[in-house]
Structures are given as structure tokens and as C-alpha cells.
């Protein structure tokens, strides 16, 4: 039964896990999308050139570029951040570091694809970087802030368990 009562815990930790990957892709995705915004209508204002045209348009781009944040998060959780999740949770390994560098990767996999070429120095500009590299880092962040009190349960339970294994370690011997 004590195994059974381990997967369940596993799998409820998993299904955690999953929803503050959403939840952190969200405020990615909406940091993306208010960045993207302010940059379009910061050069609009700055150029004086505001008019309804190019605000729907910087509307249009903030909607674009925060759906295009959250597909490739969403798609990115469930194909890499649940099994790094699993995996790191076998090597019980709980830091937020590893998603930040599977986040960026990620931003960096999806601004190639968008490109169609890998990023080169030349490619990086304010709006590149807010938009492509702001929101990794704020997922990540957000993921491992969301995460802090499943990773300090985790931590309680295995040492709770190691207590209790070396407790009945100590009745076996006495006996």
C-alpha cells in the first residue's frame, strides 16, 4: 500500500507541476505581449507617427506575439518540462535552474524557427530580447517562485521518511 501511496503522491506532484508550467507560460505570455505593446507604440509615439492604423496594427502584433508565447510554452511543457519535471524529481533535484535553461532554449529553438536561421549577434535588438528572452526568464522565475512549497513538502516528506526508516532501524536492532 505504501507504494501505491508514493505513485499517487508522484503523479499528484506531476499534475502540480503542470498546471504552474501553464500558469508561468500565462505570465510569460502576458509579459510578452504588454513588452511588445510598449516597444510598438514607444517607436510610433517617438517616430510621430500615431494614428488608428498603427495602433490596431500594435494591438494585432501584442495578441500575435503573446498566442505565439503561449503555444510554443504550452507545447514545450508538455513535450520537455514534465519529463525534465520527472526526472529531476527521481534525482531529487528541486531548483528552478534547469527550466531556465530549457525556457531560453526553447525561445531560442522558436526565434530560429521564426527566423529561419540561428539568432546572430546581429539579430539582437531591445525588441528581440523583450520579447523573446524577457518571457523565458519570466516563466522560469515564475514556475520556480509557483513551485518553492510543493519542492520544501517534497523535502520535508523524503526527510520525514529517512527519519522513520532510521528510527525502525533502531527498534530492529534493539530487539
Do not use: C
Amino acid at each position: 500500500m505504501d507504494d501505491d501511496q508514493e505513485q499517487l503522491a508522484h503523479q499528484i506532484r506531476v499534475n502540480v507541476a503542470f498546471e504552474q508550467m501553464i500558469v508561468s507560460v500565462l505570465a510569460g505570455a502576458f509579459v510578452a505581449g504588454m513588452l511588445t505593446l510598449i516597444l510598438d507604440l514607444g517607436v510610433a509615439i517617438a517616430g510621430s507617427v500615431v494614428s488608428f492604423s498603427v495602433l490596431l496594427a500594435a494591438v494585432l502584433e501584442t495578441f500575435l506575439v503573446s498566442f505565439l508565447v503561449f503555444i510554443s510554452g504550452f507545447l514545450a511543457s508538455i513535450l520537455i518540462g514534465v519529463p525534465l519535471f520527472i526526472a529531476l524529481e527521481k534525482s531529487k533535484r528541486r531548483t528552478m535552474w534547469p527550466y531556465l535553461g530549457v525556457s531560453i532554449g526553447v525561445s531560442i529553438t522558436v526565434f530560429s524557427f521564426i527566423a529561419g536561421h540561428i539568432p546572430i549577434a546581429d539579430d539582437f535588438n531591445a525588441s528581440i530580447v523583450a520579447t523573446i528572452f524577457a518571457p523565458a526568464i519570466v516563466i522560469a522565475f515564475v514556475f520556480g517562485r509557483l513551485m518553492q512549497p510543493i519542492w520544501r513538502a517534497a523535502i520535508l516528506a523524503d526527510e520525514a521518511k529517512e527519519k522513520a526508516e532510521r528510527s525502525k532501524a533502531i527498534v530492529v536492532r534493539l530487539h
